[in-house]
T-cell receptor, first 114, second 113 residues
Framework: EDQVTQSPEALRLQEGESSSLNCSYT??????LFWYRQDPGKGPEFLFT???AGEEKEKERLKATLTKKESFLHITAPKPEDSATYLC???????????????FGKGTHLIIQP | EPEVTQTPSHQVTQMGQEVILRCVPI?????FYWYRQILGQKVEFLVS????????KSEIFDDQFSVERPDGSNFTLKIRSTKLEDSAMYFC???????????FGSGTQLSVL
């Protein structure tokens, strides 16, 4: 069974204080690892897709990295508007886990204080 | 940027009643999905739909659930006889191919009383 574990569950940072969010996964045949941002009462908003170990992607203050067992979302000099829940999801390469469906983690609730 | 549109944003129903949740996926997308999120829990995959048929479904998607693409633009999720535990935020999503990023709608909050 595919599993995604995110840590920490919640993180409070001061504006400008950099940190990293962790996503550990167990999946048979990773087709892709996805990072999404979710604001309260909204649908997940796509951030990144990573396909293979060693891959990195950046967007503004965010950088996502991938190894064979985990992914990190690095947040550099965050601003209050970066406050949200960050979700990690994996797409398996076999039908039992849902070749189409994504398996999500519970997310990390990030608060950036001014 | 194109959006996935869901209606209604909130739906309140009595236990045992049928509900239909509606979605308009992004126009050039071919793969359509329903996910749900119970308050405080993970986003969970329900079903995927391609070429006018279900391609994957989870254990959650039992005989009480059905999906339909009645025309070229709408994608619906029907729950035949709602239960209290069906209360959740239901998200529609779409994408161009199974390896591409998934676009989510803003969700329909379903409350079963």
């Amino acid at each position: 069974e595919d599993q995604v574990t995110q840590s920490p569950e919640a993180l409070r940072l001061q504006e400008g204080e950099s940190s990293s969010l962790n996503c550990s996964y167990t999946v048979s045949g990773l087709r892709g690892l996805f990072w999404y941002r979710q604001d309260p009462g909204k649908g997940p908003e796509f951030l990144f897709t990573l396909y293979s170990a060693g891959e990195e992607k950046e967007k503004e203050r965010l950088k996502a990295t991938l190894t064979k067992k985990e992914s990190f979302l690095h947040i550099t000099a965050p601003k209050p508007e970066d406050s949200a829940t960050y979700l990690c999801a994996v797409q398996a390469g076999y039908s039992g886990g849902g070749a189409d469906g994504l398996t999500f983690g519970k997310g990390t609730h990030l608060i950036i204080q001014p | 940027e194109p959006e996935v549109t869901q209606t209604p944003s909130h739906q309140v129903t009595q236990m045992g009643q049928e509900v239909i949740l509606r979605c308009v996926p992004i126009s050039n997308h071919l793969y359509f999905y329903w996910y749900r999120q119970i308050l405080g829990q993970k986003v969970e995959f329900l079903v995927s739909f391609y070429n006018n048929e279900i391609s994957e479904k989870s254990e959650i998607f039992d005989d009480q659930f059905s999906v339909e693409r009645p025309d070229g633009s709408n994608f619906t999720l029907k729950i035949r006889s709602t239960k209290l535990e069906d209360s959740a935020m239901y998200f529609c999503a779409s994408r161009t191919s199974t390896n591409e990023k998934l676009f989510f709608g803003s969700g329909t909050q379903l409350s079963v009383l």
